[in-house]
Structure formats: structure tokens, C-alpha cells
């Protein structure tokens, strides 16, 4: 439960352009995302079929990759839909929302997306990328010779190498990580729809 302290604070939330503009890192990165998002249909039509628009809280930082790759894509939808308002807090600077939303109970993974309804019911969360995107990407760096220790353990001319093979391997699975979030989204507003009183 958020014990009210998503509501309290959301308002205080950064509107997407608002965090846009506070970025620090990963500028060239979230352009180059913005202009290969393709909407999903499923997603677009399980929004407009709600009822009442969702609250859309999300945590996110600009140096961390999988809010750069997926934050924008929430924002798009917000704004196909006119059916998320959408406030983005930081982690940093909001550690007591990032406790309510731990993965798995226990790590602080980004991004993290819970959507409520007006009277601050939580009907879903999202928090970090899809399983199967996660799967596939450990499947190409391990066919494409990457280590499987972490990067800290590696010597530093090694983490260059890595770096860009990870980097590659983003980009070559952007469209069907794209697509894999939209698809999970559509599951959580199909269910907020069954949830949500009607209007």
C-alpha cells in the first residue's frame, strides 16, 4: 500500500517535458527514442476505453538506460491518449516513494511506472523492462562473447568493449523492447478498466 503518500506528492511530480529539460545525461539517447516510438494499437485502444483517466507516477533517472528507453515511450501514450497524467519523480530526490515500489520487495530498479485511480487505489505497476527483453539481451551478449561478471569486475580497456556490445544490442532490440513494454502496459489498463468504478 502507499499509505497516501503518492497522493500527497504527486502533484509536486515533474511533468515529462519538465524532466526532459532537467536531464544531465542521455540527451542524444532519449531524441533517438522519441523518434523511433511506434504506438501499439492495443495499448492506445486499452486507454481510450477507460472510463476516467489513470495517474501515472513514475521513477526515473536520466542515467539509468531503461528510463531513458522507457519513460518516453508512457509519455507518448499519455499524450496519444489523454488518458495518463503523468508525473515523474527522481529517485535521488524522493527515496521514500522509491521504497514503495522495490522490485521484488528488495532492489531499486528503474523505471518504475504504478498507475492509480482517483481515489488513489493502485490498479498496476511496471518497474524496470520486460522479463523477456532482459532474457533476450542476456542471450546476445552471451552469443556475442560479453562476460557474465558484472562490469566493475572487469578490466577497464574489457568495460569499454562491453559497454558497446550492451550499447549495440539496445539498439538492435529497441523495437521489439518497445513493443514488449506497450504490451504489458495494455495488460495493466485492461485490468485498471475491469477495476476502475464505472463513471
Not at 488518458?83 to 515523474?88: E, S, W
Request: with cysteine; charged share 35%; aromatic share 8%.
Amino acid at each position: 500500500m502507499t499509505d497516501g503518500l503518492v497522493g500527497s506528492l504527486f502533484d509536486s511530480g515533474r511533468r515529462y517535458g519538465e524532466w526532459k529539460a532537467a536531464m544531465r545525461e542521455n540527451q542524444e539517447v532519449i531524441a533517438e527514442v522519441e523518434g523511433e516510438i511506434e504506438l501499439s494499437p492495443s495499448a492506445e485502444e486499452a486507454l481510450r476505453r477507460l472510463a476516467r483517466p489513470l495517474r501515472a507516477l513514475a521513477i526515473a533517472e536520466d542515467w539509468c538506460r531503461d528510463s531513458v528507453d522507457n519513460l518516453p515511450i508512457v509519455a507518448a501514450l499519455a499524450e496519444a491518449s489523454g488518458k495518463l497524467d503523468l508525473r515523474v519523480f527522481t529517485k535521488a530526490e524522493h527515496p521514500e516513494l522509491m521504497a514503495l515500489f522495490l522490485k521484488e520487495g528488495k532492489y531499486e530498479s528503474l523505471p518504475v511506472f504504478a498507475f492509480f485511480d482517483e481515489d488513489w487505489r493502485e490498479l498496476g505497476r511496471f518497474i524496470e523492462r520486460p522479463d523477456s527483453v532482459t532474457e533476450l539481451r542476456a542471450r546476445l551478449k552471451r552469443e556475442r562473447g560479453g562476460p557474465d561478471m558484472p562490469m566493475s569486475q572487469l578490466p577497464e580497456a574489457e568495460r569499454a568493449r562491453v559497454r558497446g556490445l550492451i550499447e549495440d544490442i539496445r539498439r538492435e532490440t529497441r523495437a521489439f523492447a518497445t513493443a514488449e513494454l506497450q504490451r504489458e502496459l495494455t495488460a495493466i489498463f485492461e485490468r485498471a478498466r475491469v477495476t476502475a468504478l464505472p463513471s
